[in-house]
């Protein structure tokens, strides 16, 4: 059974930093593609970054360009979000997922094993 857990997600002062971590059990990590996405009330799930099974490939999303990074540690299961200049509007619950195959598209519906997700909340 897949499983997926998400940390490090907390209230963040407008400009700050976050690091968000995910681990991943029940799969072979480094034979997945891994990726971020969001997800506030109302609307639909965003995509964030996504990054290929080996860490060599990675999408960053437009709303987050130039901001995020997105890596992984095959050795410890791990995948990691790293955003930047944070701002209000990047208030949402994060998921970690697993997908399969390419690691493109970076499409929640590619990535079908999610985490409960845990709550980004940018406010001063």
């Known amino acids: 059974q897949v499983q997926v857990m998400e940390s490090g997600g907390g209230l963040v002062q407008p400009g700050g930093s976050l690091r968000l971590s995910c681990t991943a059990s029940?799969?072979?990590?480094?034979?997945?593609?891994m990726g971020w996405f969001r997800q506030v009330p109302g609307k639909e799930r965003e995509e964030i970054a996504c990054?290929?099974?080996?860490?060599?490939?990675?999408y960053i999303s437009s709303s987050v360009e130039g901001r995020a990074a997105i890596s992984r540690d095959n050795a410890k299961n791990t995948l990691y979000l790293e955003i930047n200049s944070l701002k209000p509007e990047d208030t949402a619950t994060y998921y970690c997922?697993?997908?399969?195959?390419?690691?493109?598209?970076?499409?929640?519906?590619?990535?079908?094993?999610r985490g409960q997700g845990t709550q980004v909340t940018v406010s001063s």
């Open positions: 997922a697993a997908g399969e195959g390419w690691f493109l598209p970076c499409k929640p519906t590619k990535y079908n094993h």
């Open positions: 029940g799969l072979t990590f480094d034979d997945v593609p």
């Open positions: 990054i290929s099974k080996d860490g060599e490939g990675t």
